[in-house]
């Protein structure tokens, strides 16, 4: 399986196996980051995103089919994420994936991003349905019940800012670089968590959803106060901010796996996805309340948690051998909720 990745800021290819045992096998796996180019501006600038995209993705594809030694006849399927994302990349992935299905007559999958982040989990561990997702990246802050390929159950999301959204709002109002996350991570180290009393915002409710801007514009608030900041005010302020999060995921993922068990039973991991999944205070704290559960945990390595190709192609295979495959009309789209996946693979 082709997959390809366009819906962001990272344009990937990637080809893996999936053998008749289910386990995957990644053949090859290229990702160029488009972070220089966005840099400047403090976030992703959509048109150049696109743009981009369009002019390194056959490349990509080249490299990826080169080292995994593969021919574009001995594939079994073509997949692109179709949505949700930015509609101006989506369009250039899921174009090229129509582009090679057709002239190869090669079965095309549109793959949810989504459904990649949340299936990344059955590539890298064996991990039976049903499992517990967390999906903590810049754009999805998410808590989903995995029941099978194409059964998803929302249970939980951001009312507002994403918490990869956070970190870098946090980021550029200090005048860190982008992306904010790593940058709030490696100043955290050096600061003193408690200096700051920010809110921990949804503590304790029952419905396991996020609320993050509110701790944003608290943050912003103590920086004002005590302007213009020395690099220990910084560092403090980023490590204050960064322990707020750690907890708020603490309580509202307990929360999530309460209403999951409710649901659903016991699930068979806790599976974390999205970029902010590399954060080494959040992955504590994971860890912390799975052992406290019972409950096995399963992060994937940081190049798969993060936006990639092989998560594409395995969505891609996993559908594929569920006989769900996808016409040449299908449409890009920028929205896309992963429980209109559900319907859509209930019917097909
Ligand atoms: O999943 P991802 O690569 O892209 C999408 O948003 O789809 O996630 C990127 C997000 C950014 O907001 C970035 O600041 C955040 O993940 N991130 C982190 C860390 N590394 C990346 N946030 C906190 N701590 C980190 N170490
Ligand atoms: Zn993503």
Redesign the pocket.
Known sequence: MLGIETT?D?TAAAIVERDPGGRGHILSNVVLSQTDEHAAFGGVVPEIAARAHVEVLDLLIAQAMAEAQCAFSSLDGIAAAAGPGLIGGVIVGLTTAKAISLVHRTPLIAVNHLEAHALTARLTDEVDFPYCLFLA????TQIVAVRGVGDYVLLGNTMDDA???A??KTAKLLGLGY????Q??RLARHGDPNRFALPRPMQHRREPDFSLSGLKTALRLEAERIAPLSDRDVADLCASFQQAIVDTVHDRLRAGLRVFTDRFGQPNALVAA???A??QG?RRVLRTLTDKAGIRLIVPPPEL???NGAMIAWAGAERLAAGLTDALDTAPRARWPLATVTHAAARG
């Open positions: 962001c990272e990246s810049g754009g999805h918490i990869g959204e970190f870098d992306p904010g996350g790593p709030v991570e999205g970029g902010v590399a954060n959040l948690c993060t936006d």
